[in-house]
């Protein structure tokens, strides 16, 4: 089994900056996805950023791109996604959510479809 916790939410006005953090532990496979994304009261989940684990491979949603950028710590197995010029819109809780990379073709890494595994959620609240 794959568990991910995510921390790092949090309240901000806008302009200010967060960093998320997903802990990865358990049978995630060799290689993975590992995404995060959002979802807002009364609207849909949808996909921020995700990272390939190992590295070579990231994509973010247009929305934050230039705003939002992710790192990884592979000894921690923890991934970060650094949140810079934080927006109203960007409220919402944060989900991060990883499975193995060969159930996951790049071009859909963004679809929370694909995905099995799943953190609990962090809240982050900016506030105009």
């Known amino acids: 089994d794959v568990q991910l916790v995510e921390s790092g939410g949090g309240s901000v006005q806008a302009g200010g900056s967060l960093r998320l953090s997903c802990a990865v532990s358990?049978?995630?496979?060799?290689?993975?996805?590992l995404g995060w994304f959002r979802q807002a009261p009364g609207k849909e989940r949808e996909g921020v950023a995700v990272?390939?684990?190992?590295?070579?491979?990231?994509k973010y949603a247009d929305s934050v791109k230039g705003r939002f950028t992710l790192s990884q710590d592979n000894a921690k197995k923890t991934v970060y996604l650094q949140m810079s010029s934080l927006k109203p819109e960007d409220t919402a809780v944060y989900y991060c959510a990883a499975d193995r990379d060969v159930i996951i073709p790049p071009s859909l890494a963004l679809d929370s479809r694909r995905y099995n595994y799943w953190g609990q959620g962090t809240q982050v609240t900016v506030s105009s």
């Open positions: 990272i390939h684990s190992e590295g070579h491979y990231t």
């Open positions: 358990g049978n995630t496979g060799s290689t993975y996805f």
